[in-house]
């Protein structure tokens, strides 16, 4: 396993030098390679999913394995290479939402197979700005624009080039040229990946520790027939200590979005967000009220959003409903005994007309054995009401990481 992992390290470093390096660059490889670093995780994960929509319950037991390898530095250019390989161990008996087969079954949406999910050149030569290109994890504002879907087996990652600026100690700029987003799904399912051309811009300002300020926008132009939109918004977030062990927080955001100029047809949506989290005597909690709003018959979306981190973990609003979507939501958690417990309750309505969308309770319990082993349980509990059906999900997982 040694000569192995020091061989893709010696590659990876030899990569560098070939795409960024000057003719003397090689005298330091070595110490690119004694800077290297090569991670290995693994990630079992038994999954069922119990829907009341006339197909078998879905029995998915999992395996991800992750091999990651970065460079050091030659010349300010370093790499990553991360592969992924996922398979099944035992119960197969699901489908894995890409059209490859097992349509009897319930969606647990974890193709097998292998993946390359991220391989790319970064480059810090410039003060204060990193440049990179390649596929690459990219994440903004707590996934819910852009994200890597890492719930999920098989990780989403983009093909993009990215410039990252830290103008000043307070205010930074993110700036990505997206042409491929590379899905859950893989590239051989019929869902394929998006290709297109998408811009995202992401600029914090962080005048202090209280008070953090995030401006977007998402320029999303899509080959083939999804529907362009351009996206515009803010979040704003506030902590602050109330006492030794008890803190306050309230997180603000805003969007607005309408079709792209080559997009029909024509809609203004709003997106909101209100939540105040709270913290004392080893008990934390939130309320929050989210909307994606709806015009002219099509919903607010967010097509690279960590979408499972949101609006319930059975997974019934990956799409917003064509009259928008409405979630009033309450969380409530605490540690015993080294173990995170939390749960979680939504409402549903439709944001326009007086749909009810029906409810949901999220269970969460999860347990860090040691730095490289931690495990967890979770269950969701959908009850229909006007809109999909009944659903319970239930997942037992175990990460480790060498």
Same mark, same amino acid.
């Given at each position: 396993?040694?000569?192995?992992t020091?061989?893709?390290t010696?590659?990876?470093?030899?990569?560098? @030098?070939?795409? &960024?390096?000057q +003719?003397?660059a090689?005298?330091?490889i070595s110490?690119? %390679?004694?800077?290297?670093?090569?991670?290995l995780d693994?990630?079992?994960?038994?999954?069922t999913?119990?829907?009341?929509?006339?197909?078998?319950?879905?029995?998915?037991?999992?395996?991800?394995?992750?091999l990651?390898?970065?460079?050091g530095?030659?010349n300010?250019?370093?790499?990553?290479?991360? %592969?992924?390989? %996922? #398979?099944?161990?035992?119960?197969?008996?699901?489908n894995?939402?890409?059209g490859?087969g097992n349509?009897m079954?319930s969606?647990?949406?974890?193709?097998?197979?292998?993946d390359?999910?991220? /391989?790319?050149?970064?480059?810090?030569?410039?003060?204060?700005?990193?440049?990179?290109?390649?596929?690459?994890?990219?994440?903004?504002?707590?996934?819910?624009?852009?994200? #890597?879907?890492g719930?999920r087996?098989?990780?989403?990652?983009?093909d993009?080039?990215?410039?990252?600026?830290?103008?000043t100690?307070?205010l930074?700029?993110d700036?990505?040229y997206i042409?491929?987003?590379?899905?859950?799904f *893989?590239?051989d399912?019929?869902?394929?990946?998006?290709?297109?051309?998408?811009? +995202?811009l992401?600029?914090?300002?962080?005048?202090?520790?209280?008070?953090?300020?995030a401006?977007?926008?998402?320029?999303?132009?899509f080959?083939?027939?999804?529907?362009?939109?351009?996206?515009?918004?803010?979040?704003y977030?506030f902590s602050?200590?109330?006492?030794?062990?008890?803190?306050?927080?309230?997180?603000?955001?805003? /969007?607005?979005?309408s079709?792209?100029?080559?997009?029909?047809?024509?809609?203004?949506?709003n997106?909101?967000?209100?939540?105040?989290?709270?913290?004392?005597? &080893? @008990?934390?909690?939130?309320?929050?009220?989210?909307?994606?709003?709806s015009?002219?018959?099509?919903?607010?979306?967010t097509?690279?959003?960590?979408?499972h981190k949101?609006?319930?973990?059975?997974?019934?609003?990956l799409?917003?409903p064509?009259?928008?979507l409405?979630?009033?939501?309450?969380?409530?958690?605490?540690?015993?005994? *080294?173990?995170?417990l939390?749960?979680?309750y939504?409402?549903?309505?439709?944001?326009? *007309?007086?749909?009810?969308?029906g409810?949901?309770?999220?269970? %969460? +319990?999860?347990?860090?054995?040691?730095?490289?082993?931690?495990v967890?349980?979770?269950? +969701?509990?959908y009850?229909?009401?006007?809109y999909g059906?009944?659903?319970?999900?239930?997942?037992l997982?175990?990460?480790?990481k060498?």
């Amino acid at each position: 396993m040694k000569k192995v992992t020091t061989a893709i390290t010696l590659l990876a470093t030899l990569g560098v @030098v070939a795409f &960024g390096a000057q +003719a003397g660059a090689t005298d330091n490889i070595s110490k690119a %390679v004694k800077d290297s670093k090569v991670n290995l995780d693994l990630r079992y994960r038994y999954e069922t999913n119990d829907q009341d929509n006339g197909k078998l319950d879905a029995k998915a037991s999992t395996l991800k394995t992750r091999l990651t390898v970065k460079t050091g530095k030659v010349n300010n250019f370093t790499a990553l290479f991360e %592969v992924d390989h %996922v #398979t099944t161990l035992g119960a197969d008996d699901y489908n894995d939402a890409t059209g490859a087969g097992n349509g009897m079954y319930s969606v647990v949406a974890d193709p097998t197979g292998l993946d390359l999910n991220q /391989a790319y050149l970064s480059y810090t030569g410039f003060d204060k700005t990193t440049l990179s290109a390649g596929r690459q994890r990219l994440a903004h504002n707590g996934h819910r624009f852009l994200g #890597t879907v890492g719930w999920r087996q098989n990780e989403q990652t983009f093909d993009a080039y990215r410039a990252q600026y830290q103008a000043t100690d307070a205010l930074n700029i993110d700036y990505s040229y997206i042409y491929n987003a590379n899905r859950i799904f *893989g590239s051989d399912s019929v869902k394929g990946d998006l290709k297109g051309d998408f811009h +995202a811009l992401n600029v914090k300002y962080s005048p202090s520790k209280q008070h953090n300020f995030a401006f977007f926008s998402y320029l999303l132009d899509f080959d083939g027939t999804a529907t362009d939109t351009d996206t515009y918004g803010m979040d704003y977030k506030f902590s602050s200590k109330l006492g030794k062990d008890s803190k306050l927080g309230v997180n603000l955001s805003y /969007a607005m979005q309408s079709n792209g100029d080559s997009s029909t047809p024509s809609f203004d949506a709003n997106y909101y967000l209100a939540e105040v989290t709270g913290a004392t005597s &080893g @008990v934390f909690g939130a309320v929050g009220y989210e909307v994606l709003g709806s015009d002219n018959n099509i919903g607010f979306s967010t097509p690279f959003a960590t979408l499972h981190k949101f609006n319930g973990w059975a997974d019934m609003f990956l799409g917003t409903p064509s009259n928008g979507l409405e979630d009033l939501y309450i969380k409530v958690g605490t540690k015993v005994s *080294g173990i995170k417990l939390t749960a979680i309750y939504h409402e549903y309505t439709a944001n326009e *007309g007086s749909a009810d969308y029906g409810s949901e309770l999220d269970l %969460v +319990a999860a347990y860090k054995v040691n730095k490289r082993v931690s495990v967890l349980a979770k269950y +969701a509990a959908y009850s229909a009401d006007g809109y999909g059906v009944d659903t319970d999900k239930l997942w037992l997982m175990t990460t480790f990481k060498f």
